[in-house]
């Protein structure tokens, strides 16, 4: 049988260093629908659904979900990881692809990959963050819910219930990983995820630069926009990740 994939963003308003941001605009459209817009582009899969929380200030994210006609599901702010759970659920996923909302420039195309990689079989998780070659921001990880509902019978650690995949990935001795790789591993250096103000500046610019001519635009459109302005990398090249531990 085949199986129903189901690409499923995580978002909310309360981001400590961005609040709100992924209602925030990029050519006049909020970040979510931009996003949303992109994964419907990706071939493999068969819905899109955002998993937002259960708090009043998440209203706005369920009312534009509906807006757009996806799937929406609303959980606990704080247990991430049973509110994925909760929309795969709520979705009939038979496999989770797990995204987050601060990714508006994900690329249909490299989600196609990774679900590829996942489906060629032999593999519990199927991601290409395991070893970085894609710039931060085109994060995409493939799992099946079934293991997804056994990790969460499994832990209870505060960094996993926050961090959905960590669990699975932490644990390879149990879980059979898989990870996708670019042709581009300098592109790795590039931040294209949205989590403050210089993040938001340089998204804005990409989208402004490659929207209009080509909403379908990708990687590689995107590479040959910073080899022709190198200075826009610079916008947020001094921003750090915040680490899951």
């Known amino acids: 049988m085949t199986p129903r994939i189901v690409g499923i963003i995580q978002a909310r308003m309360t981001s400590t260093r961005l609040p709100g941001k992924v209602l925030l605009p990029a050519v006049g459209t909020p970040l979510l629908q931009l996003m949303i817009e992109r994964l419907r582009r990706a071939e493999r899969l068969d819905d899109v659904w955002v998993a937002t929380t259960d708090q009043p200030a998440s209203d706005p994210i369920e009312a534009l979900a509906r807006e757009l006609g996806a799937g929406c599901f609303r959980g606990s702010e704080e247990d991430v990881l049973s509110r994925v759970l909760g929309t795969a659920e709520a979705a009939g996923a038979d496999v989770i692809v797990e995204t987050t909302g601060d990714c508006p420039l994900i690329d249909p195309a490299v989600v196609d990959r990774v679900v590829d990689a996942y489906l060629a079989g032999d ?55 898989r990870n996708v790789e670019s042709g581009h591993p300098g592109s790795a250096e590039l931040r294209l995820t949205v989590d403050t103000p210089e993040d938001l500046e340089l998204v804005r610019e990409v989208f402004s630069a490659l929207h209009a001519s080509n909403p379908a635009f990708g990687l590689e459109d995107m590479l040959a926009l910073f080899s022709e302005r190198p200075e826009l990398a610079a916008i947020n090249r001094e921003i750090r990740q915040k680490p899951a531990r």
């Open 123 to 177: 593999v519990d998780y199927a991601s290409n963050v395991l070893r970085r070659t894609y710039p931060r921001g085109l994060d995409t990880q493939v799992f099946p819910t079934a293991v997804l509902a056994e990790v969460d019978a499994l832990t209870q650690d505060p960094a996993d219930r926050e961090h959905v995949s960590l669990y699975i990935y932490e644990h390879p001795e149990r879980y059979r990983l």
